[in-house]
């Protein structure tokens, strides 16, 4: 019974590797959401690697899309149209 659950919450988790490619950033990078919190680190009783949550890479996904998503918005208010009247 105990192994069962240990297998479901392995499964909830991703390892550094894994979340970097989802990301397509350096597994530093990855490191460093873990000690900002911007991660979540997976519990993990028998593996010594390092895990983190499915549930927060998804998370800090959708905080990244929104983000470009008003960077975007932000950059189109500063456009400014130019007309070449000579002609």
Do not use: Y
Request: hydrophobic fraction near 35%.
């Amino acid at each position: 019974m105990n192994r069962n659950n240990d297998q479901a919450a392995l499964e909830q988790c991703l390892s550094v590797g894994e979340a970097s490619r989802i990301f397509g950033r350096s597994p530093k990078w990855v490191r460093l959401n873990i000690a900002s919190r911007c991660l979540d680190r997976a519990p993990s009783s028998k593996e010594r690697r390092l895990l983190v949550t499915r549930q927060s890479v998804v998370r800090l996904m959708s905080i990244l899309a929104e983000q470009r998503q008003q960077e975007a918005t932000q950059a189109r208010r500063h456009l400014r149209l130019v007309v070449d009247n000579t002609k």
